[in-house]
Structures are given as structure tokens and as C-alpha cells.
């Protein structure tokens, strides 16, 4: 059986829904970022937290948000790298 997972805490939801390439093509991937991830994302890379900082801040341990900020980083280059819409 799983551990449960924990609660974590998030200063607020994105200002946009989602995030692409505008060059008028139909999109043909979305990549879903999840709020947790989103969060990760502005702490370390927005507001220059320290990995341990930021799980301070969002209630847990170094190694989850590590494990988070991974998952985040290779979304995004997915999005980049290959023209797909973040959401």
C-alpha cells in the first residue's frame, strides 16, 4: 500500500491557464503541469529559493521537491523542444 500523500502548500494558481507556441498551427500535444510542479518551478527557478528552502516553504522534504522539480524541468523542455502547449 502507498504512503498518503502529503499536503503541500501553494502561495496560488497560475495567471494563465496555459502556455504554447503562437505561431498560428493547431497545437497537437498538451503537457499538463501540475500545481505542485508549477510551485516548485516559481520558488527555485523564479524567486531563487534553495531546494531546502523551498520544501520549507511547501511543507516538504528536500528529496520530494527534488523529485517535483525534476519532473517540472523535463515538462518544460518537452514543451520547448518539441512545440507543445503547457497547461
Known amino acids: 500500500m502507498p504512503r498518503p ?3 503541500r502548500r501553494v502561495c496560488g494558481v497560475p495567471p ?5 507556441p503562437k505561431d498560428g498551427a493547431a497545437p497537437c500535444e ?5 500545481l505542485d510542479e508549477y510551485e516548485t518551478i516559481r ?3 523564479l524567486e531563487g529559493l534553495q531546494q531546502e528552502q523551498a520544501a520549507q516553504a511547501m511543507g516538504v522534504g528536500r528529496a520530494t521537491v527534488q523529485a517535483i522539480y525534476t519532473s517540472a524541468r523535463r515538462k518544460l523542455a518537452d514543451c520547448v523542444v518539441h512545440g507543445k502547449v503547457l497547461v
Open 30 to 34: 498538451t503537457v499538463p503541469l501540475a
Open 5 to 7: 500523500k502529503k499536503c
Open 16 to 20: 494563465c491557464a496555459a502556455f504554447g
Open 43 to 45: 520558488l527555485i527557478d
